[in-house]
């Protein structure tokens, strides 16, 4: 710790208090007299603080309550500071870990750098230098948890903008089976009083009308898990959550004016969460589906590409969505994944379906989400547009 930095006063303690009254604190060190120390300086500025003797027990506390801040020593019995930090960052490695060290145990700082430590306190400092770098860790990982919120608030506020906009397109799928069903009825009373009413007829009716009935129930159920909690990994087909997708988002309907080439083998599978999976090619399409509208094309197109890459023991999926709505400029390429930046400025457009996409893909699917203008084939003929590409493992 450089003795030119600032010492914290009162109010800076005020500051470091504001970051650390909600949080847990784990203190791990060998010496009974070291751990009643810093627990001494601390207390005043956690929620609760656990106390550890070894590396050992630390990590048997740290898995068991995920406290938010972890101070250790290195050198200790059964197991090290710097081991127990390494199984700490791959449980968790947004866990601020901070060495306390000696000048003897310098050379464990190479190492701690590779682990991902956030900072080290020398044995010899002074409280208010001890303070000063745990306040550090704290408006960091402070600053991450706000951000988590923002993005948990972001995301619930996609959804509620999205569940209009499938209302939407739920009445314009269920108009058609309403007006057969209504027709039909006026039929069957019709054949009634006709006097020719069988039973070959009726069963005809009900098995038509069941049809109806039964895609009518499940654009309901699809409606509903677009909500709903998703918690385990299921394996499902590709194309199956392809055309879920188109359905909702009112692209394959009878009467719409996009034309859609899907390229996808029925035995295509993967492994991963289906709904946040249907729901990031919905928030893709849309996109799509708006830029054609808004360009208002010659050929209004949408292909859909899927395929497996085998990488030995590895597998690679990429799923590509082109369409021929203009592409993307250049001069804002950079920018679309950004929250809240739309290019619709007549519309109600707010700019989150691709950065909500961004954020499903990368951090809760573990894939990565990329977008390019290119000239892709199809119909017959070479087009260029934007291509959003979906890769995951």
């Given at each position: 710790?450089?003795?030119?930095?600032?010492?914290?006063?009162?109010?800076?303690?005020?500051?470091?208090?504001?970051?650390?009254?909600?949080?847990?604190?784990?203190?791990?060190?060998?010496?009974?007299?070291?751990?009643?120390?810093?627990?001494?300086?601390?207390?005043?500025?956690?929620?609760?603080?656990?106390?550890?003797?070894?590396?050992?027990?630390?990590?048997?506390?740290?898995?068991?309550?995920?406290?938010?801040?972890?101070?250790?020593?290195?050198?200790?019995?059964?197991?090290?500071?710097?081991?127990?930090?390494?199984?700490?960052?791959?449980?968790?490695?947004?866990?601020?870990?901070?060495?306390?060290?000696?000048?003897?145990?310098?050379?464990?700082?190479?190492?701690?750098?590779?682990?991902?430590?956030?900072?080290?306190?020398?044995?010899?400092?002074?409280?208010?230098?001890?303070?000063?770098?745990?306040?550090?860790?704290?408006?960091?990982?402070?600053?991450?948890?706000?951000?988590?919120?923002?993005?948990?608030?972001?995301?619930?506020?996609?959804?509620?903008?999205?569940?209009?906009?499938?209302?939407?397109?739920?009445?314009?799928?269920?108009?058609?089976?309403?007006?057969?069903?209504?027709?039909?009825?006026?039929?069957?009373?019709?054949?009634?009083?006709?006097?020719?009413?069988?039973?070959?007829?009726?069963?005809g009716v009900i098995s038509d009308t069941n049809k109806f009935l039964r895609n009518m129930s499940e654009t309901i159920d699809q409606f509903a898990n677009y909500f709903a909690p998703e918690h385990t990994k299921e394996r499902f087909k590709v194309v199956d959550a392809v055309k879920e997708a188109l359905k909702m988002q009112g692209i394959s309907a009878e009467g719409s004016k996009i034309g859609t080439f899907?390229?996808?083998?029925?035995?295509?599978?993967?492994?991963?969460?289906?709904?946040?999976?249907?729901?990031?090619?919905?928030?893709?399409?849309?996109?799509?589906?708006?830029?054609?509208?808004?360009?208002?094309?010659?050929?209004?197109?949408?292909?859909?590409?899927?395929?497996?890459?085998?990488?030995?023991?590895?597998?690679?999926?990429?799923?590509?969505?082109?369409?021929?709505?203009?592409?993307?400029?250049?001069?804002?390429?950079?920018?679309?994944?950004?929250?809240?930046?739309?290019?619709?400025?007549?519309?109600?457009?707010?700019?989150?379906?691709?950065?909500?996409?961004?954020?499903?893909?990368?951090?809760?699917?573990?894939?990565?989400?990329t977008a390019s203008n290119k000239t892709f084939f199809l119909n017959g003929q070479d087009l260029r547009g934007a291509c959003l590409k979906i890769e995951l493992s």
């Amino acid at each position: 710790m450089k003795n030119s930095r600032k010492k914290l006063n009162r109010f800076d303690s005020k500051k470091l208090y504001k970051y650390t009254h909600q949080l847990r604190l784990l203190y791990v060190d060998d010496s009974k007299t070291a751990r009643r120390f810093f627990e001494t300086i601390l207390k005043p500025y956690f929620k609760e603080i656990d106390l550890a003797e070894d590396g050992d027990v630390g990590l048997q506390i740290f898995n068991k309550k995920r406290n938010d801040i972890v101070i250790t020593d290195i050198n200790m019995p059964n197991l090290s500071g710097i081991e127990m930090a390494r199984f700490i960052k791959r449980i968790d490695h947004n866990t601020p870990v901070i060495l306390t060290t000696s000048f003897s145990e310098e050379h464990f700082l190479i190492e701690s750098i590779k682990i991902g430590v956030n900072g080290y306190i020398k044995k010899s400092a002074n409280p208010e230098e001890l303070l000063e770098t745990v306040y550090e860790s704290a408006k960091i990982l402070f600053q991450q948890i706000e951000l988590e919120k923002r993005e948990k608030i972001m995301i619930q506020q996609s959804k509620l903008s999205s569940m209009g906009e499938l209302l939407i397109n739920i009445a314009h799928q269920w108009r058609q089976p309403l007006n057969f069903m209504g027709l039909t009825l006026e039929d069957l009373r019709g054949t009634y009083e006709d006097g020719e009413l069988d039973g070959e007829y009726l069963e005809g009716v009900i098995s038509d009308t069941n049809k109806f009935l039964r895609n009518m129930s499940e654009t309901i159920d699809q409606f509903a898990n677009y909500f709903a909690p998703e918690h385990t990994k299921e394996r499902f087909k590709v194309v199956d959550a392809v055309k879920e997708a188109l359905k909702m988002q009112g692209i394959s309907a009878e009467g719409s004016k996009i034309g859609t080439f899907l390229e996808i083998s029925e035995t295509l599978q993967l492994n991963t969460y289906r709904q946040s999976f249907v729901q990031t090619l919905m928030h893709i399409l849309k996109n799509s589906k708006e830029a054609i509208e808004r360009t208002n094309p010659e050929e209004a197109l949408i292909q859909i590409k899927a395929m497996k890459i085998d990488r030995g023991l590895d597998e690679k999926f990429i799923i590509e969505i082109c369409d021929t709505g203009g592409g993307i400029d250049e001069d804002i390429e950079a920018k679309i994944f950004d929250p809240y930046f739309t290019t619709q400025f007549q519309t109600q457009g707010r700019g989150m379906g691709l950065y909500i996409s961004k954020i499903t893909v990368e951090e809760h699917l573990l894939g990565h989400l990329t977008a390019s203008n290119k000239t892709f084939f199809l119909n017959g003929q070479d087009l260029r547009g934007a291509c959003l590409k979906i890769e995951l493992s």
